[in-house]
T-cell receptor
Framework: GAVVSQHPSWVICKSGTSVKIECRSLDFQATTMFWYRQFPKQSLMLMATSNEGSKATYEQGVEKDKFLINHASLTLSTLTVTSAHPEDSSFYIC???????????????FGPGTRLTVL | AQKITQTQPGMFVQEKEAVTLDCTYDTSDPSYGLFWYKQPSSGEMIFLIYQGSYDQQNATEGRYSLNFQKARKSANLVISASQLGDSAMYFCAMRVGLTGGGNKLTFGTGTQLKVEL
């Protein structure tokens, strides 16, 4: 089946530093990847939609200058949390849609998530 | 705007029994898809089952079935013969539209299922 990886699986950083999280589709090509954020005991909230070769589309209330997204290839999207602060501590999950998936069934394949802790 | 509602924050079920997790949705778009995902404590999102708005029959995948009642806008997940490994958080999600930018998923708040001996 389709596999999506994320790296790192967890990261601890100091306040004010930047952290990059990678999302890779391992056995399929993904023109579209999605970045979610999940606080403990809460639901997944979509942060942005990442499109290969173009700018990401951010959801309302998400600071695009703080959460930089780059989707440089059909198998890789990166999320960089710039100048991280303790309130950015969260579980970040990416998902990817297979480029060849039919229009009527567009299951997203999720990565295992990255737990970010900002001290 | 679309919305997913899961009214059961937590559920308990005895091993080998069946359990129903509730999900209602709201959208004005006639084309949509409904998903159920399982999230164990490890955090990964595991796809369970999908139901399209135009599908005539309720979806089934092994021990999972989706009770799709379009008029009531409900898409309840039924897990039969519960196992200890089913203990996890379960999310209902909806995707509005069939193509292009309609691929975004909106998630409910989740139901924490605990399977007991």
């Amino acid at each position: 089946g389709a596999v999506v990886s994320q790296h790192p699986s967890w990261v601890i950083c100091k306040s004010g530093t930047s952290v990059k999280i990678e999302c890779r589709s391992l056995d399929f090509q993904a023109t579209t990847m999605f970045w979610y954020r999940q606080f403990p005991k809460q639901s997944l909230m979509l942060m942005a939609t990442s499109n290969e070769g173009s700018k990401a589309t951010y959801e309302q209330g998400v600071e695009k200058d703080k959460f930089l997204i780059n989707h440089a290839s059909l198998t890789l999207s990166t999320l960089t949390v710039t100048s991280a602060h303790p309130e950015d501590s969260s579980f970040y999950i990416c998902s990817a849609r297979d480029r060849l998936a039919g229009a009527s069934y567009n299951e997203q394949f999720f990565g295992p998530g990255t737990r970010l802790t900002v001290l | 705007a679309q919305k997913i509602t899961q009214t059961q924050p937590g559920m308990f079920v005895q091993e080998k029994e069946a359990v129903t997790l509730d999900c209602t949705y709201d959208t004005s778009d006639p084309s949509y898809g409904l998903f159920w995902y399982k999230q164990p404590s490890s955090g990964e999102m595991i796809f369970l089952i999908y139901q399209g708005s135009y599908d005539q029959q309720n979806a089934t995948e092994g021990r999972y079935s989706l009770n799709f009642q379009k008029a009531r806008k409900s898409a309840n997940l039924v897990i039969s013969a519960s196992q200890l490994g089913d203990s996890a958080m379960y999310f209902c999600a909806m995707r509005v539209g069939l193509t292009g930018g309609g691929n975004k998923l909106t998630f409910g708040t989740g139901t924490q299922l605990k399977v007991e001996l």
